[in-house]
Every structure is written in structure tokens, then in C-alpha cells.
């Protein structure tokens, strides 16, 4: 069975701080990846996704993502954090050999201090 | 008025009693699934449905039941709540793309939170 792992479960950083985001797939074929970002209080929403193509993939509010394909992982980055950005982060995989289900990892919960 | 709607949005019950969370969507969408959201588990998928008479057991279905009553409705059973079903449950809906293939990318409601006592 698929699963998805994301190692940082608290992030807690400043303001214009760099962020990096892990996360990691245990899945050898072919696979869509996913951002979902859940601000407090609201439903997930789609942050960004990869099905095919260019590998760092850009998606909203400034934050993008790389697919390495050899290390199994598809971080979220974005240069300079806002606060506006304090919210739950959670990466998500599907493939298409074990029905396009997604698969979530456990989330990090980011806060960005003003 | 959001695409996906979920009621009620929060509800406390006690040990035993019977719960259904509704969703409806007006997105058009033929498939939809139920997950449950618990600190640092992630969501983990309860049940889903790709059409109205197709249902399909999730990865944690135990003690939950589902029923699609129309391609816009998929609500959400809890036949004798236990404490351990205290969690946050989304409703969520995903469509086919041209070419057949689901993308898997997901839309949501906004959540019913549970409390069973």
C-alpha cells in the first residue's frame, strides 16, 4: 500500500523566513502529487499538484514544489513566508495502479510569527 | 454559496446515539468520499462512491455506513457513536477528466466536527 510521509509535524518560523515543507511517497509508479492547505477554521484546498511534465511546479500565493522522482519526494517551498500563511500543510499522492485513490500524509501545521 | 455543503457543521452527541452527516454538491460530479481528519493521522479515507449504485469501503469503514441517495448526496452514518469517533469529517467530491482518468484532486466541504461524550 501506498504511504505518504511528511516528517515535519510543527514548523515554526518568522516572517520573510524561507520555507521548506518535506514530504515523501512510498510508491514506485506512476503518481499525481498534491498540496492541500487547510487555514484555521477552513476546509483543505488545493495549493498546487503535479501530474506530468516540468517538475518544479508553481502554484498558488507564491509556494511551488519540486518532484524528484529518484528520492520519491515532492517538497513545498516558498522564499518568504507570510503570516497569512499560518495554516495546516498536507502533501497527498495518487497513482493510478491503486484505483487514484489519495493517499494523505499526517499534515504539518505551520506558524509564521508577525 | 460553497460547492460542497456539509451539515450539521458541529455536533456534540453521546456514546450510543446515531449520527448522520449530510453532504450535497452542486459541482456534478459523480464521485464522493467521506474522510475523517485526526491530529497528526492526516485524513483517512471512510468510504466513497463513484456513483449512485456504486459504494465503496474506505481504509478505516469499520462502525460507519454510507448511502448515496442521489448523484448530489452522499451522507455519512454513525449507527452507535463511540468516543473514539470524535474527529473532523470531511465530505469531498473529484471528477473524471477528459480521457477517462481521475486526477484525484479532490474538492471539500468546510467539515463537520463530531464530539461523542
Known amino acids: 500500500a501506498q504511504s505518504v510521509s511528511q516528517h515535519n509535524h510543527h514548523v515554526i518560523l518568522s516572517e520573510a523566513a524561507s520555507l521548506e515543507l518535506g514530504c515523501n511517497y512510498s510508491?514506485?509508479?506512476?503518481?499525481?502529487l498534491f498540496w492541500y492547505v487547510q487555514y484555521p477554521g477552513q476546509h483543505l484546498q488545493l495549493l498546487l499538484k503535479?501530474?506530468?511534465?516540468?517538475?518544479l511546479v508553481k502554484g498558488i500565493k507564491g509556494f511551488e514544489a519540486e518532484f524528484i522522482k529518484s528520492k520519491f519526494s515532492f517538497n513545498l517551498r516558498k522564499p518568504s513566508v507570510q503570516w497569512s500563511d499560518t495554516a495546516e500543510y498536507f502533501c497527498a499522492v495518487n497513482s493510478v495502479n491503486a484505483g487514484n485513490m489519495l493517499t494523505f500524509g499526517g499534515g504539518t501545521r505551520l506558524m509564521v510569527k508577525p | 454559496d460553497a460547492d460542497v455543503t456539509q451539515t450539521p457543521r458541529n455536533r456534540i452527541t453521546k456514546t450510543g446515539k446515531r449520527i448522520m452527516l449530510e453532504c450535497s454538491q452542486t459541482?456534478?460530479?459523480?464521485?464522493m468520499y467521506w474522510y475523517r481528519q485526526d491530529p497528526g493521522l492526516g485524513l483517512r479515507l471512510i468510504y466513497y462512491s463513484f456513483d449512485v449504485k456504486d459504494i465503496n469501503k474506505g481504509e478505516i469503514s469499520d462502525g460507519y455506513s454510507v448511502s448515496r441517495q442521489a448523484q448530489a448526496k452522499f451522507s455519512l452514518s454513525l449507527e452507535s457513536a463511540i468516543p473514539n469517533q470524535t474527529a473532523l469529517y470531511f465530505c469531498?467530491?473529484?471528477?473524471?477528466?477528459?480521457?477517462?482518468?481521475?486526477?484525484?484532486?479532490?474538492?471539500f466541504g468546510e467539515g463537520s466536527r463530531l464530539t461523542v461524550l
Open positions: 469531498a467530491t473529484s471528477d473524471l477528466r477528459a480521457g477517462g482518468a481521475d486526477t484525484g484532486e479532490l474538492f
Open positions: 459541482k456534478g460530479h459523480d464521485r
Open positions: 503535479y501530474f506530468s511534465g516540468d517538475p
Open positions: 510508491y514506485g509508479g506512476t503518481v499525481n
